[in-house]
């Protein structure tokens, strides 16, 4: 098993993002993360998909987008071979001064930026690669995580 990214151009228009998922359900594949944006051209939407699974797995859910009507192009990445991002925001319970500031040393150690203060709470917003996002809210953890939220992984090929 690994995990597997497919970028997917798809018509910019309501029900495909569905289509897309019903698919993955049907086909019993299981998508670790998707994201969903316009290109360049207001015609088009890019789809980026995180999933994991064999080798027979993978070619079958290239072979099954590819059927789907409103999808114009499947692009195949191997995680080795593109830029992938994700942005993360981590709400960190904080309620004394000395927990602040290890917060804040943890962020400028992922070069996070803090974007929110509360009372008893500090939030961290991340942006990179998956293994750096669960890195620091691993790290995180042990001071009390009251959220997380995550967008799920971005990506293009590199060159």
Known sequence: ???????????????????VASMFSRRRFNIDSITV???????????TILTTGDDKILEQIEKQMNKLVNVIKVIDLSIDECICRELCIVKINAPKESQRSQIMQYADVFRGRIVDVNPDTIAVEITGNPEKIDAFIELARGMGIKTVARTGVTAMPRG
């Open 1 to 19: 098993m690994r995990t597997h990214i497919f970028i997917a151009l798809v018509e910019h228009k309501p029900g495909v993002l569905q289509r």
């Open 37 to 47: 944006g316009p290109t360049e051209n207001p015609k088009i939407a890019r789809m």
